[in-house]
């Protein structure tokens, strides 16, 4: 009987039971666009941790412990899928591996026919999940629409945030903290707490914003 992502996803520990399909071969036919990063190597400064294989698993337990929520935990699985097709010469580099990995997650959805929020979930995910660790140096008009479209997508402003938290702590680093992960928040809520105004063009509202965004930036870069 062969499993189904929903049913892992569910369990306390997905990563171990993927880490089994692993060891027995039969991940490398259910899931392929994770058995494959076995062995691809990333940079030893960033990634302690070994080969993207392993930061997969490692990332997707730190989000299982953030959340529940299966859409979110697909995301975490599948954010660094792009990586595996990386060409040999470039490695351990993997340059916009994000946007390399958008069809590979495509592919991977339909051919395993989840449901449309995780698909959304892990589209956004993997495009995205390398600008969320860039807040603090964003210019902040950017910040500001990235945060827009965050909350408009499928993982939203939280799960987005989780999944940079869990990418931080996938490096053997379970424990760790994440200098965007607070920021994001106190963001969001600003923004949140200080709707456009009756007269206020969306230009302007963005600005304001934006001013408010930088003051955030600023304090956690000197905090």
Same mark, same amino acid.
């Given at each position: 009987?062969?499993? *189904? !992502?929903?049913?892992?996803? %569910?369990? &306390?520990?997905?990563?171990?039971?993927?880490?089994?399909? @692993?060891?027995?071969? *039969? !991940?490398?036919?259910?899931?392929? @666009?994770?058995?494959? /990063?076995?062995?691809?190597?990333?940079?030893?400064?960033?990634?302690?941790?070994?080969? +993207?294989?392993?930061?997969?698993?490692? +990332? #997707?337990?730190?989000?299982?412990? %953030? *959340?529940? &929520?299966?859409?979110?935990?697909?995301?975490?699985? +599948?954010?660094? +899928?792009?990586?595996?097709?990386?060409?040999?010469? #470039?490695?351990?580099?993997?340059?916009?591996?994000?946007?390399?990995?958008?069809?590979?997650?495509?592919? !991977?959805?339909?051919?395993?026919?989840?449901?449309?929020?995780?698909?959304?979930?892990? #589209?956004?995910?993997?495009?995205?999940?390398? *600008?969320?660790?860039?807040? /603090?140096?964003?210019?902040?008009?950017?910040?500001?629409?990235?945060?827009?479209?965050?909350?408009?997508?499928? !993982?939203?402003?939280?799960?987005?945030?989780? %999944?940079?938290?869990?990418? &931080?702590?996938?490096?053997?680093?379970?424990?760790?903290?994440?200098?965007?992960?607070?920021?994001?928040?106190?963001?969001?809520?600003?923004? &949140?707490?200080?709707?456009? %105004?009756?007269?206020?063009?969306?230009?302007?509202?963005?600005?304001?914003?934006?001013?408010?965004?930088?003051?955030?930036?600023?304090?956690?870069?000197?905090?």
């Amino acid at each position: 009987m062969k499993p *189904t !992502l929903r049913a892992i996803m %569910l369990l &306390q520990f997905p990563d171990n039971h993927l880490r089994y399909m @692993e060891k027995n071969g *039969t !991940l490398k036919k259910w899931l392929p @666009e994770i058995s494959c /990063l076995v062995g691809v190597t990333q940079p030893e400064s960033h990634h302690p941790e070994g080969d +993207v294989f392993e930061h997969t698993m490692q +990332v #997707l337990a730190e989000m299982k412990k %953030l *959340t529940s &929520q299966p859409e979110r935990l697909f995301a975490a699985l +599948v954010h660094d +899928v792009g990586k595996g097709v990386t060409p040999i010469e #470039l490695l351990p580099k993997h340059h916009n591996h994000e946007k390399t990995g958008v069809p590979i997650v495509e592919e !991977l959805a339909n051919r395993m026919g989840v449901p449309k929020i995780w698909k959304e979930a892990g #589209l956004y995910g993997t495009e995205h999940h390398g *600008t969320f660790h860039r807040l /603090l140096e964003m210019r902040p008009p950017r910040v500001v629409d990235f945060l827009n479209g965050a909350s408009k997508s499928a !993982l939203g402003v939280e799960g987005l945030a989780q %999944l940079g938290l869990a990418d &931080q702590r996938g490096r053997n680093n379970p424990d760790g903290l994440h200098e965007c992960f607070d920021a994001c928040f106190e963001m969001w809520e600003f923004m &949140q707490s200080n709707p456009a %105004l009756s007269h206020e063009r969306p230009e302007d509202v963005r600005m304001r914003h934006a001013k408010g965004i930088k003051d955030i930036q600023q304090r956690h870069k000197n905090g």
